[in-house]
């Protein structure tokens, strides 16, 4: 069976000599701890944190890449971080996050009803700002470029609806 890709909404570079991008959304990457942890509700430094469990997703994956990436940036590497749990399910670790286990760093969006509903708290490190591109890529001059225009629409109003 072929897998035909019609569209996707993806983070990250793409090639745009072959496809069409469209914004689709800025999202934010942020820290978070238990609303019972020492770093809810107060100013830490990304220093402070180091000290804590850090819960991550697996290698190869994207969350772990961009988490990565902003420690590279940010002149440190995950060996900053004395231990380390990883996990490949997006939905335990931010249980093992809420229950105090550790910290994480993530999708605001993935956390929206968590930090609604004050299973998680967002880690306020003053400097720390990521964000990234979503974008909605169709292939370059695609005959149904209409249409996919329209389910973009869509799945932006119903974005637009859901956001914290």
């Known amino acids: 069976m072929k897998l035909i890709k019609n569209f996707i909404v993806v983070e990250g570079q793409i090639d745009k000599s072959d496809y ?18 020492e770093f809810a509700n107060k100013e830490v430094s990304f220093q402070e944190i180091t000290g804590s469990r850090l819960i991550l997703r697996e290698r190869g994956s994207g969350t772990r890449e961009i988490f990565e990436n902003i420690l590279q940036k940010n002149n440190y590497s995950l060996h900053a971080f004395g231990k ?19 910290i994480t760093f993530l999708f605001e969006v993935a956390a929206k009803s968590e930090i609604e509903n004050e ?25 149904f470029r209409d249409r996919y225009m329209q389910v973009y629409k ?4 119903t974005l637009n609806e859901n956001r914290i």
Do not use: W
């Open 20 to 37: 069409e991008a469209v914004l689709f959304s800025l999202e934010k990457f942020i820290p978070v701890c238990s609303p019972q942890s």
């Open 119 to 143: 299973s998680l708290s967002i880690i306020n490190i003053p400097g720390f700002s990521e964000q990234r591109e979503f974008n909605f890529v169709i292939l370059k001059d695609s005959f």
């Open 84 to 102: 380390i749990i990883e996990i490949g399910n997006m939905a335990a670790i931010k249980k093992m996050v809420s229950n105090g286990l550790g």
């Open 154 to 157: 869509l799945l932006k109003q």
